[in-house]
């Protein structure tokens, strides 16, 4: 075979490569991992919050444990909730007992179009605790100018792995905690972050309330696709 022949074999053969496609290749995979708890760099991306900006007692941590060269670790989100005020304090405060960890903002934002359902692995308390999802602000809340949050309650059983999987559509629009009466839908498509957090009150009926220490240990969080 000459040279040029050979050439000219070689570029057709690429371009059927190019052109031949699977419809497999177009479809997302059934998960995607978004947050997995196995190591303590996981720590970058999350940042804490409690009532204790605003005068109030409660407090949280955030750490991994029992990560090591040839063991995952999981992440431990964990503190005490306080109903109690600072004295003298400035704020306003309306209510307190809460805390949370919010992760810090994707470079840009996920695409979660394709998926249908927040899945978590957690062992917990007995507490039940808020998943929240930040979207990009395409549609304002009344007085908001900050990113869209969507909220769902996730029951966590005492003292046992489970894995809580959340429908998107469970997920209502809130403003500061408080669920707005909008017909406005999640753009699933721009996620800027996501959190978990506690309160000392409220809930799903039949889960441990009231002040006092809290414990939810995350080996991950991933998005799935169901249908």
Same mark, same amino acid.
């Given at each position: ?27 997302p ?18 940042h ?40 003298g ?9 809460f ?19 927040? !899945?978590?692995?957690?062992? /917990? *308390?007995? =507490?039940?605790? #808020?998943?929240? @999802?930040?979207t990009?602000?395409?549609v304002?809340s009344?007085?908001?100018?900050e ?14 792995w ?32 996501m ?11 039949? !889960?441990?309330?009231?002040? /006092? *220490?809290? =414990?939810?240990? #995350?080996d991950? @969080? ?6």
């Open positions: 075979m000459s040279k040029i022949r050979a050439i000219w074999q070689a570029s057709l053969t690429a371009t059927k490569r190019a052109l031949t496609w699977n419809i497999d290749d177009l479809i995979p059934s998960e995607r991992f978004i947050y997995n708890f196995s190591s303590k760099e996981e720590l970058k991306k999350w804490l919050y409690s009532d204790s900006q605003y005068g109030g007692l409660s407090s949280a941590a955030l750490e991994i444990t029992n990560a090591g060269k040839e063991q995952s670790g999981t992440g431990v989100f964990s503190g005490n909730l306080s109903l109690d005020v600072t004295e304090t400035k704020w306003n405060i309306s209510r307190s007992g805390c949370g960890m919010r992760s810090k903002k994707f470079d840009g934002f996920i695409d979660l179009d394709p998926y249908d359902t927040i !899945a978590l692995k957690i062992k /917990g *308390d007995g =507490r039940s605790y #808020i998943s929240t @999802i930040y990009e602000n395409w304002n009344p007085g908001q100018m990113d869209n949050s969507w909220q769902a309650f996730v029951a966590v059983p005492k003292d046992d489970v894995v809580a999987k959340i429908p998107l559509a469970h997920y209502l629009p809130t403003w500061r905690g408080n669920v707005i009466e909008a017909d406005i839908e999640m753009n699933p498509s721009r996620v800027v972050g959190s978990l957090s506690v309160n000392a009150e409220g809930g799903v009926p039949g !889960a441990q309330t009231g002040p /006092g *220490d809290f =414990r939810l240990e #995350i991950w @969080i991933k998005a799935l696709r169901t249908q």
